[in-house]
């Protein structure tokens, strides 16, 4: 049992920080804009104090609406997520808790504080939230129920002393219920994303990167800004021929073997499946000769397994302005090419 809560509120924590971390300019942009709200609402709060004559209800809430506004510009240039959050916390935590100290308004002033859990689950993440609303959990059986009745100033009913911690404990209930359902479909719904995104870049058959990937590589990266750049063109030798005589699954069991080489043995690259027998392999290695190395390593492999690949290998060193990538691959890919033809010329001779 107790276990099992132990790991409900791991798995709960661990959700919450993927949320909080997976896309925190829009993490930003949502706390910054309910901090704005909060601000907005203990200014209007301020208005109201100032028609009541209720001036140290006015003094927390004019301090609290100007030290979010702060908050919000201080934090504004960084995007500094965790700064908002601890500030906001202090805030509205001290403001409160000379809200339920101080009292006035019929007790009216305590009762705001019924909104706490909710503000602290949509503001802040989870833990902090949690911690805020804990602290006020604490605070109001320790002042209304319990040792610390003599801090309070306002003169609350025997009534409201008795009622208000539990009216307050069920607000807590109800906003963590809907905090953690939140993270959770957030959760669900990031994982989703990244699943589709992860789909779009990975070849589903061999777990390496597709041509898509590439593409938006070169896009994103038509030069080369490192010192040495190799590009290793790899084509199976005979997966036609394979698929029709043991079938295609035998095929995409050659088609695996040789991504899974590839990983194996080449350091420091990106690895690609380029189209339905062809893969190619960037690698940033300083030695040219390690790289040919690397493929003489997976031929070997490769052979001892009952495949055989051809491959081309070329290299370029930046000289100032970067390297071509899309040319080097070029270069790689006709040599390749070159050594499939001996490939195929030496079998056809050894078939005659």
Sequence with gaps: MINNLVDKVKQILREDKFVTDHNKEEEWKVKSTLTLIAAASFALMSAVNV???????????????LLLLLDYFITQKENDVVMLQIILIIAVSSTFTCYVVIGGNDGFAALWLILVPFLAMMVADFRYGIIMCLYFLVFLFL???????S???YHYNTTFLLRFPFLYLISFAFATFSGIRTCHYRYILYKKEEDLKRLGAVDLLTGVMNRNSFD???????????????????????LHELNNKDGHQAGDNM???VADSCV?????????R??????????????AEAVSSDMDIVQAELQR??????????SATNKGDGVDVQALVNEADRAMLENKKEYYRTHERRGM
């Design 143 to 149: 002042t209304f129920t319990g040792p610390f009745k």
């Design 216 to 238: 938006k590589f070169i896009g994103q990266s038509p030069r080369s800004q490192a010192m040495n750049l190799h590009a290793v063109y790899i084509d199976l030798n005979e």
């Design 264 to 272: 194996n043995h080449f350091d420091n690259c990106r690895i690609y």
């Design 255 to 257: 088609l695996r073997q």
């Design 151 to 153: 801090i309070i100033i």
């Design 274 to 287: 380029m189209g339905g027998d062809e893969f190619l392999v960037l690698s940033w290695s300083q030695n």
């Design 51 to 65: 028609f009541q004559h209720a001036d140290k209800m006015l003094i927390s809430t004019a301090g609290c609406a």
């Design 305 to 314: 397994k009952g495949y055989s690949v051809s491959s081309g290998i070329a």
